[in-house]
């Protein structure tokens, strides 16, 4: 499953170092989750995209939708 957690963090100008501190994880948590080598648990989602104010369905992008 495809993200856009880089996409929307950058338009807030937040760091993945800032996000990661935020989020309780480490920077190289948010670099293998926007990178699509790990899928964050369903926590860790949420919380990202509350950091980020917005909807954790707008993280995401599914199979179908590519």
């Not at 950058?10 to 935020?22: M, T």
């Not at 989020?23 to 293998?32: D, F």
């Not at 919380?47 to 939708?65: G, P, Q």
Request: aromatic share 8%.
């Amino acid at each position: 499953m495809q993200n856009k957690i880089k996409e929307y963090r950058e338009k807030k100008n937040i760091s993945q170092g800032k996000l990661a501190e935020y989020c309780g994880v480490s920077r190289q948590t948010i670099n293998a989750i926007e990178n699509n080598k790990y899928d964050p648990s369903l926590q860790l989602a949420f919380d990202i995209a509350d950091t980020l104010d917005i909807k954790v369905d707008n993280l995401f992008i599914s199979e179908k939708e590519r």
